[in-house]
């Protein structure tokens, strides 16, 4: 069994798609024989003459083979529990041993540089950034919302930090909801709040709004206070439901026709780490996008000041994701051209079985 794992399920943050739908193991799509790990699809991603799609299905075998004797943990094991339900997670620096066998660390770390800064040359981030600011220097509406982030801290932050360690509720409402709404919540297009249905549901949500009503979710979160920050059961655990609720909202957007990039977040005491994930040929690629760190005083305003130049980068993907999201929603479409390369997510009863 997948060890302390899902043990009362979840439920969908997106109004577009009433469950989960769980894939029985043998019917997987992704378990293989050995000797058809060679074989090609059309649509499979490669970077240069290297099949990633191949290596994936390759990478989610073996996590089944180390489910079924032993079992799963939350705690070792978040990559190969994403992988079972096609999520190709990419955190540099913190790949798990078995993806680094099969892949090897600089293929690994190259899919992540393309996935993450396709702009910049030889990796170069600051190309990559002085790109992306010169083309948002005309946007009023982004420029304004950041400059009211930072005149809000101003005004509510006490200069020093209090020594008293803010609970979840706390933390969300005193320090990390005024930045979400500076930056994500806009009542006629799109709502960000906490979400209801705590136990089953990610903490934090922004909702797209449609003839009075919300209709999609296009950003999810989940968040851990300071005294839970040495938590490694939680926080993992966190992070496999970020993930696997982000699949589960591109899926429904892809059925409205949007083909988006999703965006989900986790918070760990005061620092914030982005995600983004997209659906190519059959894997959702998870990649870490960016770490800032969530000012709590006056005097940790500087530092996050100089982050907001990373801000700017993930409310543009917010920006573009939402209007593409949204003109489906207001004229319906057929799905999207990604529809066919979607996977189902594996549920609870079928972890349990591994």
């Known amino acids: 069994i997948i060890k302390k794992q899902y043990q009362n399920g979840y439920s969908t943050p997106s109004p577009c798609s009433s469950k989960l739908h769980s894939l029985p193991i043998d019917d997987s799509p992704f378990v293989v024989e050995e000797h058809e790990y060679g074989t090609i699809v059309t649509n499979d991603l490669k970077i240069g003459e290297i099949n990633i799609s191949q290596l994936f299905r390759k990478y989610q075998n073996e996590s089944v083979k180390i489910a079924k004797p032993d079992g799963l943990f939350v705690e070792l094991n978040v990559y190969e529990i994403l992988a079972l339900s096609s999520i190709f997670l990419l955190i540099p620096g913190s790949f798990s041993k078995q993806m680094v066998n099969i892949f090897g660390s600089p293929l690994l770390d190259e899919v992540y540089q393309k996935k993450v800064i396709k702009q910049a040359t030889k990796g170069s981030h600051r190309s990559a950034t002085k790109s992306l600011l010169a ?17 809000e801290c101003l005004k509510t932050l006490l200069t020093e930090k209090i020594k008293n360690e803010p609970s979840e509720i706390l933390l969300i409402t005193n320090y990390l909801d005024r930045m979400m709404r500076k930056i994500f ?23 797209i709004v449609h003839q009075l009503q919300t209709s999609g979710v296009i950003f999810v979160g989940e968040v851990s206070p300071p005294l839970e920050k040495n938590n490694v059961y939680k926080n993992c655990n966190d ?15 892809i059925d409205l026709g949007a ?40 005097k940790e305003m500087l530092p996050f000041i100089d982050e907001l130049e990373v801000l700017l980068g993930v409310q543009e993907i917010f920006r573009k994701s939402f209007n593409t999201f949204y003109a489906k929603v207001c004229n319906p479409s057929p799905p999207s051209t990604k529809a066919s390369f979607k996977r189902d997510t594996l549920g609870t009863p079928k972890f349990k079985q591994l």
């Open 185 to 207: 919540h806009d009542p006629d297009k799109h709502i960000a709040r906490k979400s209801q249905g705590r136990s089953k549901q990610p903490d934090f949500v922004v909702s």
């Open 239 to 253: 992070l496999i439901h970020v993930g696997i609720f982000m699949k589960d909202c591109l899926d429904s957007a």
């Open 135 to 151: 083309e948002l220097t005309n946007d009023q509406t982004l420029d304004e919302s950041l400059d009211s982030v930072i005149l």
């Open 259 to 298: 083909d988006i990039k999703l965006l989900g977040f986790q918070c760990i005491d005061h620092t914030l780490d982005f995600y983004m994930m997209d659906l190519i040929q059959g894997t959702y690629t998870m990649i870490h996008i960016v770490k800032i760190s969530v000012p709590v005083s006056i």
